[in-house]
């Protein structure tokens, strides 16, 4: 049975382009039904943060049964911060993961993200787009501090929507 | 009797005799032109974004008027609403106020002190309007195809009867401000066209239905107009021949040719003729599309009307209207983007002095930046919207006179050596091949029109000539020959490096170059891929697709054309389609093997595509020279794809700046 890799993967590789695509446009959607329907009282960034904390706490629930104590802390550490950036490959990220100097201590890196993108195509500000992704990220750890019993915590350093070239965050024990 | 503003005797020119449709006078109304020769209303964003008319706008504007001759110089379309829905450009003049006159009158006087017929437009933007405000105003509420225009909002019978209104103030104070001609813009997209066209007027009241209907509001405009410019100022439109709205059903062509009669009907002076719309996925005027294509829309108008028919549209060279005038298809010549490129082309038309010409190359640059709240600029001329600066346009000479030496002839290197030369400079270009042109002698093999590039190469040469400067063919430089030659300046103007990527394979005998391809040196199978989704990569796609190739593109860029400015980009990625050619954009070749390659894109998934032969597109920067030349303390400047490899524009813009600074 002949088989043309190079058409299957493609298309394969465009659809999943499409359907990431499909995710980024889907949120704008969503938030702008939502202010709709809040009328002119409420405040986009509100909205807006409301629906990224509730994002933030569903992913949180889905990394419970994937996180596992058994071979240590560090690289129970590690496996979260994969998860996260897992979480943004899916979407069509570019996302690498590095551990930081100190113990404890890990650094996430988008080199490439997709929302900045979407939020200018639906004419949302820069500045929502990083506090929305901040609120997911902290608030994923909600339910995954309260599990396990641990403090940790995720800053941004860096902002690609603030024109500092990458996101940058720092997963750390606190 | 008919009047005559400006008297001009053609009769001692070359251009007259070669070209003598083109300088024989015509009447228009009660106005006689004197020659056939019109530059057309075209906007430049180079007005303050609150409608007043700049210095900038009036250098640009006396340029042109220049150049006619003594024919009709149009200034840009005003817009003139207060609410601004009208204003399709940021900085597009105003006339809603008194206030503008002022402005206006001083465009009316640059033309008139070139001794030129000025020309006043009259243009709401309609559903291409709104630049500054939220919505746009349109006959119905009928959904933009184009995500850059605003959402339109259906007119109330107030709203036209206020639009018919602002149209005659605003043309009160045209008169007001001394101009001699006042003219509709009813094409493209703009207002009255949306009134006018069966896609985009759904109304049910007494101005939409059938043509007749659809015309109203043009008709009452035309009639009130008509009234307060009187006998001696002529009235006309720009009305659209064919609309090429066939797939959103638009007009046919004979609702079209209505439109036409209906508007002579109303006592309208002149048509001129246009195609397409900002909308129609046709192309009209870029440089695929010949030369002279759409000479039958002005025939086919003069068999329906019988006042005087004007036309632009891929009119580039004389021969064409003075063809088509002859012939008894066309009354007279309307330029646009010929005049942004060389805004004395008809004047040099008359002097015999056609190898002077900068030919416009037909890329739409200049709508592109229009329609991102750019100034204007033009591809291959460097002075356009700078005509107010001396430093630009009237260069003064050096303080010093040195000898510059120039190595490579491509458009970068001969723009610069030929402004150096007229001011003064002793110059020498040094070119290691045999012919003028750079990679533009292989860029324009490239399909659909690419040959056109090779006008700037005809015009640097000549002005080479005319300036001096001295050529040494076939002689590559080297470290011994600059310090033989011990010259006050270099400009390094040797195009760039042809790169190869960072994958394993590229040393393979099958990884060619895309110049010995484009010069058919290299011998090229059956299956291609093109490293490299700028420019060079999909005009050598296109090339060989053209033979029959199958041909895949793997780029760095996030879109294929990314270099391409976009009123020419979606004409590519069309014809990329038609020719069945794939590109992978956002990916890297990973290796090269026997009779495949591998592709890796950017998320890191890998696939294989069969290929007989790899093409490298991909450039780099040329730094050959520059150490020899600093360590000997040399005035140095790198310009063209030697320093970025970009395109031929900032090849020649480098090439100018440096020019008028060394």
Redesign the interface.
């Known amino acids: 049975m002949s088989f043309d890799a190079e058409k299957e993967i493609s298309r394969l590789w465009g659809n999943l382009h499409n359907a990431q695509d499909e995710i980024g446009r889907t949120w704008h959607r969503w938030r702008q039904a939502a202010l709709e329907i809040a009328g002119s009282n409420a405040k986009s960034l509100d909205v807006s943060l409301k629906a990224a904390e509730i994002t933030g706490k569903e992913i949180g629930k889905s990394f419970l049964p994937r996180l596992n104590w058994l071979r240590g802390e560090e690289v129970w550490m590690m496996s979260l911060a994969n998860g996260y950036a897992g979480q943004w490959i899916a979407q069509g990220g570019v996302v690498k993961v590095e551990k930081g100097q100190k113990p404890f201590e890990v650094f996430v890196k988008w080199e490439r993200c997709p929302w900045p993108t979407f939020a200018k195509e639906y004419g949302v500000s820069m500045e929502e787009d990083v506090l929305c992704c901040d609120r997911i990220l902290q608030t994923v750890l909600v339910n995954i501090n309260v599990f396990f019993n641990v403090n940790y915590k995720i800053e941004t350093l860096k902002a690609i929507p603030r024109g500092q070239g990458v996101c940058l965050r720092r997963l750390y024990k606190a | 009797m008919a009047k005559l503003l400006f008297e001009w005797n053609y009769s001692s020119y070359p251009g007259a005799k070669k070209y003598p449709h083109l300088f024989k006078p015509i009447q228009i109304g009660n106005l006689i032109i004197p020659n056939r020769i019109k530059y057309a209303a075209t906007e430049d964003n180079l007005n303050s974004r609150d409608g007043f008319v700049t210095d900038a706008d009036v250098a640009y504007i006396r340029e042109r008027a220049k150049g006619v001759v003594g024919g009709i110089c149009t200034m840009q379309g005003v817009y003139m609403d207060k609410n601004r829905q009208g204003q399709g450009y940021v900085g597009q003049a105003a006339a809603w106020d008194d206030k503008f006159v002022p402005g206006l009158k001083r465009l009316a006087d640059a033309i008139h002190d070139e001794r030129a017929v000025a020309g006043y437009q009259l243009m709401h933007c309609g559903r291409v309007g709104a630049v500054e405000v939220q919505y746009c105003q349109g006959p119905s509420a009928v959904p933009q195809r184009l995500r850059i225009f605003r959402p339109v909002q259906e007119m109330t019978k107030e709203d036209i009867k206020q639009c018919v209104k602002e149209h005659v103030d605003a043309a009160r104070r045209g008169l007001e401000a001394g101009f001699d001609i006042i003219e509709i813009s009813g094409i493209v997209g703009y207002l009255l066209s949306n009134f006018i066209s069966s896609y985009s007027n759904r109304r049910t009241d007494e101005y939409g239905g059938d043509i007749r209907e659809r015309m109203r509001v043009v008709v009452e405009i035309i009639q009130e107009v008509k009234k307060i410019c009187g006998k001696d100022v002529p009235l006309g439109i720009r009305l659209c021949a064919e609309e090429l709205l066939d797939d959103v059903r638009g007009n046919t062509s004979e609702e079209s040719m209505m439109s036409y009669k209906i508007a002579e009907e109303a006592g309208i002076d002149y048509i001129s003729v246009t195609a397409g719309w900002q909308e129609s996925i046709v192309p009209v005027i870029s440089r695929d599309v010949p030369m002279g294509s759409w000479i039958h829309l002005a025939k086919r108008a003069k068999e329906h009307v019988n006042v005087p028919i004007q036309m632009a549209y891929r009119l580039f060279r004389p021969d064409l209207p003075n063809k088509a005038i002859g012939d008894g298809h066309l009354d007279m010549w309307e330029m646009c983007r010929p005049m942004i490129a060389d805004p004395l082309m008809p004047k040099k038309v008359l002097e015999g002095r056609e190898e002077d010409i900068r030919h416009c190359v037909a890329c739409n640059l200049c709508l592109a930046r229009l329609f991102r709240d750019a100034p204007m600029t033009c591809y291959i001329n460097p002075v356009c919207a700078h005509e107010s600066d001396p430093r630009y346009a009237n260069p003064e000479p050096p303080e010093e006179k040195k000898k510059v030496m120039i190595v490579g002839a491509g458009p970068a290197g001969l723009e610069c050596a030929y402004m150096a030369a007229r001011r003064g400079h002793e110059v020498l270009v040094y070119e290691k091949r045999t012919d003028l042109g750079g990679t533009i002698l292989e860029a324009s093999k490239a399909p659909y029109g690419d040959d056109e590039l090779l006008t700037c190469i005809r015009y640097q040469s000549a002005q080479c000539e005319k300036a001096g400067v001295t050529f040494h063919m076939g002689t590559e430089v080297t470290e011994a020959l600059i310090k033989e030659e011990l010259p006050d300046c270099v400009v390094l103007a040797t195009g760039p490096i042809y790169s190869k990527g960072k994958g394993a394979g590229f040393d393979r005998e099958n990884v060619v170059d895309v110049l010995d391809v484009l010069r058919g040196k290299a011998k090229v199978g059956e299956k291609v891929v093109v490293w490299g989704n700028r420019k060079p990569g999909i005009g050598v796609a296109l090339h060989l697709a053209k033979q029959g190739k199958k041909v895949t593109i793997v780029g760095k860029d996030k879109s294929a054309g990314f270099d391409v400015n976009p009123s020419f980009k979606w004409r590519y990625m069309i014809y990329l389609r038609q020719n069945g050619v794939?590109a992978?954009n956002d990916c890297e070749i990973e290796e090269i093997k026997e009779g495949e390659v591998l592709v890796r894109?950017?998320?890191g998934?890998?696939?294989?595509?069969?290929c007989d032969t790899v093409v490298v597109t991909e450039r780099e920067a040329n730094n050959s020279l520059k150490d020899v030349i600093q360590r000997e303390g040399i005035e140095l400047f790198v310009i063209g794809d030697a320093l970025v490899p970009r395109n031929l524009s900032s090849a020649v813009h480098d090439g100018y700046r440096i020019g008028i600074r060394i």
Do not use: T
């Open positions: 794939m992978y894109s950017y998320d998934y890998r696939w294989p595509v069969r």
